[in-house]
Every structure is written in structure tokens, then in C-alpha cells.
């Protein structure tokens, strides 16, 4: 005799539908969640409702009706705002709301405080991505592992999910660094771009180039991390600084040339020149890592 029996889907609580709640919202829904929705200004929510969702007419009756309460808001403060006056005692509060570190720390204290479970969160991906297997999309998670390993199923609908440790600030810096790097990416994106705009080549045709160049040079991330943990940036060196910042000279007068501002690239340029001023030619680009941690300046 087949077991028909279904395994029952935890009910939840989500305070904010905008872009990424909304995702968020249907992705669990169509997974067979019961989803209680609120958000502030309640008209964004209604479409929810046709699709399932028990709209909640406050924050406090949202949390209560669920023991698992995930917060996608505007910011930390929106959080604090949207939950004062809340009880939260016995609850597993999960925060989805873009933040930073210490942001995340503190807000696990004062949940602590109110007999509550934290975990921070860093969503890397866009709402498109919410939902959809095969997009590369995940979510970061920090904090309790206890609260994290009893809901590891329901988080993972919308996305896969990453647990980076107990401290719950990390999640948010593991966002956070993951997205600086995509800013120094694109800052580079940009400034090749301008370079050939105004000759006869088209955007599109160089675009591939781009992507595989970029692609190609990702992987040395894996040699300034094995730099950082020995301590030694002078091993497996191909390019070492001091033929870089010799190269950079090239890199400016081709700006010059192109009447393109180099400002996306000299602050770089810059720590090259410093490390290298230090003494420091023949190791990779890694030690400029030391000229911005500002605990060994």
C-alpha cells in the first residue's frame, strides 16, 4: 500500500511585500505554506490575498499568528518600528532585511531580550530569482544554528540557503563583501565601456570579450585568500606589483587618449602605489588589503 500521506508545510508569518517579499510570499505559497502577510501600507499586500495569503491588519496580530515571523523591511529601523510592542516570546524571528553587521548583532540581543530565536540573513539574488531552481540565487544565514537546522526546509523554498556561522552579524558581512566586490566589478564594467564608446565597436560585440575576461580572472580570489592565511603574498606570483603599477601608466594615458576619467580606477591605483612605496614589488596585489585594515594601519 503506497503512503499518500503529505508531510505537513510550516505555516509563516512574512512583514513586508515589496519586490523581494512578494517573491519571497509566492514562492512559499506555491510551495504549500500557509503565509500570513502584512505590510504597511496594506494595499501592496492585497494581491497576496488571491493567491492564498491571510493578510494580518497590524504587525502584531502577523506575529502571532505564527511561531516562524521572517522580516523583509526597508531597514533595520523599519524593523524596530514594525515590531515594537510585538510579543515575541517563543518566536523564531528571521530577519531578511538588508543590513549591516552591527546592525544584525544588536537586533539579535535585543530578540534575545524578548524570548526569541534570531537569525540574520543576506539574500544574493533578485526578486526574479526568488523561486526559481537553477538561477544561482542563495540566502546567507547567520545566527541560531538550532533555529536554522528546524526551518532549513522552509527557508530553502525560495532559495538555497547558506548557514555561515553563529554569529549573527555574518550573514550580513558575507552580503555585504559579496556585494563590494560586484561594485569594484562593475566600477571596472563601466570604465570599459567608456573606453571604446566613442569608436566605431559595439557594445555588444565586446560584451563576450568582457564576460570572459572577467570570468578567466575570478579565480585568482583563491590566491589572495591563500595569501591572507599564510601571511606570504609573494607565492605562485605571475604579475607582481611592481609590474602592475608600471602597467597602470599605460592604463591612464589610454583614458587620456580616450577622454574617459580614470576616477574609477586611481583610488586603486593608488594603494598599488603606496604597498609598492613599502616595499613590497615582487608580491601580487593582495597587500593592499593591509593599507585598508584600518586595525593595522
Known amino acids: 500500500m503506497t503512503d499518500t500521506a503529505v508531510v505537513p508545510r510550516t505555516p509563516l508569518t512574512l ?26 501600507t496594506a494595499a501592496r499586500a492585497e494581491p497576496l ?41 517563543g518566536r523564531d524571528l528571521v530577519n531578511l532585511t538588508t543590513g549591516t553587521p552591527a546592525q544584525d548583532r544588536a537586533r539579535a540581543a535585543w530578540a534575545g531580550e524578548r524570548g526569541a530565536r534570531f537569525l540574520g540573513a543576506g539574500i544574493m539574488a533578485v526578486p526574479p530569482m526568488i523561486g526559481a531552481p537553477g ?13 536554522f537546522e528546524e526551518h532549513r526546509d522552509t527557508l530553502a523554498v525560495p532559495a538555497a540557503t547558506r548557514y555561515v556561522g ?20 562593475f566600477a571596472g564594467i563601466a570604465h570599459a565601456f567608456a573606453l571604446i ?9 565586446f560584451a563576450p570579450l568582457l564576460v570572459g575576461w572577467l570570468t578567466a ?7 589572495s585568500a591563500e595569501g591572507l592565511h599564510s601571511g606570504d603574498y609573494t607565492r605562485n606570483v605571475v604579475s607582481n ?20 576619467s580614470p576616477e574609477l ?18 608580491e601580487d596585489g593582495t597587500g593592499v588589503v593591509e593599507l585598508l585594515d584600518a586595525r593595522r594601519a
Open 15 to 40: 512583514l513586508g511585500t515589496g519586490a523581494m517579499g512578494t517573491a519571497l510570499a509566492r514562492a512559499w505559497l506555491a510551495a504549500g505554506h500557509q503565509v500570513t502577510v502584512w505590510n504597511r
Open 49 to 89: 490575498a488571491a493567491e492564498g495569503a491571510t493578510l494580518a491588519a497590524s504587525a502584531a496580530e502577523a506575529v502571532a499568528a505564527n511561531r516562524l515571523v521572517i522580516a523583509c523591511l526597508l531597514d533595520d529601523a523599519s524593523v524596530g518600528e514594525a515590531l515594537e510592542g510585538t510579543s515575541l516570546a
Open 135 to 147: 538561477s544561482g540565487g542563495y540566502v546567507l544565514y547567520s545566527g541560531s544554528a538550532e533555529l
Open 166 to 185: 553563529a554569529d549573527p552579524g555574518f550573514a550580513a558581512l558575507h552580503d555585504v563583501a559579496l556585494l563590494s566586490a560586484m561594485s569594484g566589478m
Open 197 to 205: 564608446r566613442p569608436e566605431d565597436i559595439a557594445p555588444k560585440d
Open 217 to 223: 580572472m575570478a579565480p585568482a580570489a583563491h590566491q
Open 241 to 260: 606589483l611592481a609590474m602592475q603599477v608600471a602597467g597602470n601608466a599605460t592604463l591612464l594615458r589610454t583614458a587620456e587618449e580616450q577622454r574617459v
Open 265 to 282: 580606477l586611481t583610488p586603486y591605483m593608488r594603494l598599488m602605489e603606496r604597498r609598492l612605496a613599502q616595499g613590497h614589488g615582487d
